[in-house]
C-alpha cells in the first residue's frame, strides 16, 4: 500500500523561505502524478502545483514566481520550495498522488487518491 509522509513545515517570516518534502513508500511513484495542496482554516483545500511523472509542473496563480516543485524518482520523493512566503499561505500543505494517465492534467483534490496527513505553515511576524 502506497503511502505519503510530508516534513518540512514550520513557522516562518514574511518573505522568508521552507521547503517541504514529500516521501512516498512504494516502487511505483516514477508512475504517479504527485501534487501540493493546502488548507487554511475555514477554507476548503485548494490546489497549490502539480508535477507530472514526466516532469511537466503547474501551479495555482498564487504559486507562480515564489513556488517550485520537483521530484527526485531515485528518492520516491517529491519538494514544494517555497520563496517570498506570506501570511496568506498559512495553512495545512498536503500531499496527494495519483496514477499519470497521461492524458488529463489533474488540479482538483477530486482526482487524487492518496494523501499524506499534512505539514503545518505558518507564516507570521
Known amino acids: 500500500q502506497v503511502q505519503l509522509q510530508e516534513s518540512g513545515g514550520g513557522l516562518v517570516q514574511p518573505g522568508g523561505s521552507l521547503r517541504l518534502s514529500c516521501n512516498c513508500s512504494?516502487?511505483?511513484?516514477?508512475?504517479?502524478?504527485m501534487a501540493w495542496f493546502r488548507q487554511a482554516p475555514g477554507k476548503g483545500r485548494e490546489f497549490v502545483a502539480v508535477?507530472?511523472?514526466?516532469?511537466?509542473?503547474d501551479y495555482a496563480e498564487s504559486a507562480k514566481g515564489r513556488f517550485a516543485i520537483s521530484r527526485d524518482n531515485a528518492q520516491n520523493t517529491v519538494y514544494l520550495q517555497m520563496d517570498r512566503l506570506k501570511p496568506d499561505d498559512t495553512a495545512v500543505y498536503y500531499c496527494?498522488?495519483?496514477?499519470?494517465?497521461?492524458?488529463?492534467?489533474?488540479?482538483?483534490?477530486?482526482?487524487?487518491?492518496?494523501w499524506g496527513q499534512g505539514t503545518q505553515v505558518t507564516v507570521s511576524s
Open positions: 512504494g516502487r511505483t511513484f516514477s508512475t504517479y502524478v
Open positions: 508535477i507530472t511523472s514526466s516532469g511537466y509542473t
Open positions: 496527494a498522488a495519483a496514477v499519470d494517465s497521461g492524458i488529463v492534467l489533474i488540479i482538483t483534490p477530486g482526482g487524487y487518491d492518496i
